[in-house]
């Protein structure tokens, strides 16, 4: 199809090329067509690891492979990289790994042009380490063998003056949590996902910014700067607090948080967090957090029964008839099954699956909790 109307646009304009996307349903090369000459293909990476560069897992190895088929059937491709967690633009994501080795792999893979999208948010930027991820594209570019590292350093020097150590540092600090080889998340990775995430994670980087901050006490544009490259982490905590991750960020220490990301978010006039979302999303976000709804996580949980066929929804198993928090039960083929105290998960969420059926085959459970009330109430659950 492509080819069809290359051709017409040839006839009338041999100066004009064509792009088209290898993407979705068009990634894998033909197995007889062949791109005409006027014809640029232009190949997306995306969905793969970004924890790791291409050729440091091999999770990437379909995407080479595919982008090798490309280049032995044409010498015109170009490169749609994907650089940022499109759910979340100001999450902390550290693909530096990515963002300084693909450069290189794709200009020796005869690719002739890299559109590397990112978080930089229209109209005012402000995304997670965007300004330094464009600026080091912009470098890698224009010549890919730089030393990707010393240009990370270089930007963090020059924009952070006497906070660069620490910026440096935080750096540093998220490129180690996400090398070993068990980390994988993609560009639309959800909070789970993010699993480098840790309480213990955000709190040293919460120190290393503090740092940051008394480093840029006396120089306001500097201290906006450190501030910016602060706000990943705090919005990071307000997610987890928003889903019941009380060890991110407790009930007491959420408004001061909270005071913190909005300060910032009106500083930069930061519009956007998301692919999908709008500047009305960035107010919806902060009224959800200062109505955040308590999560109890201490369940003692009872699973599975048979659920065959779904008919065990429809089927009143023994604790619906009386709780005994003693007793055993006859579960799904014929397991012995009892009552088992719910080990919380890094979100208020109980996630029955992972307790019940890690093998995600049908079941019934049952969670059991008493509360107790000082006097006549209205309690919703
Ligand atoms: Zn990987």
Known sequence: FVNEIAD?????????RLQTLAYVYSEVPPKTVRPRPNVTIRMCHYEYCEAHAIGQC???????????????I???ITIWDYYTNFRHYLIPYPNFESVIHHPRFYAEHNCIGLFAQGNNVREHGGG???????????QLMWNPYQDGNALIDEFVDNVYGPAAPYIAEYIQLAREAVKPASMRFSIFASLEQMSYLTPDFLDRADALFEKAEAAAKGDPDLLRRVQLAHLPIHYARLQFYL???????????????????????????IKQFGE????????????????????ITDWKLLGPFDNTDRAGFDTAYPPESGIDLEASYTGAGGETIH?????????????LARVIRPDDSP????????????????LQV
């Open 128 to 138: 997670e380490f965007s300004a330094l991820r464009a600026w080091v594209f912009a």
């Open 243 to 269: 889903v019941g991750g009380a060890d991110y960020l407790s009930r007491e220490r959420a408004p001061a948080v909270l005071e913190a990301f909005t300060r910032t978010m009106r500083d930069h006039q």
């Open 363 to 378: 079941g019934v459970a049952y969670a059991y909790r008493t509360f107790e009330a000082d006097r006549n109430k209205t």
């Open 276 to 295: 999908q979302f709008g500047e009305d999303a960035i107010s919806d976000f902060v009224q959800s957090v200062k109505a955040a709804p308590e999560y």
């Open 8 to 16: 017409v646009v040839a006839e009338k304009h041999p100066d004009v």
């Open 339 to 351: 009552w088992k105290p719910y080990e919380p998960g890094r979100t208020g969420y109980v996630d």
């Open 58 to 72: 091999d999770d990437h190895d379909v995407f080479v492979e595919r982008l090798e088929g490309w280049s032995k």
């Open 74 to 76: 044409t010498d015109s």
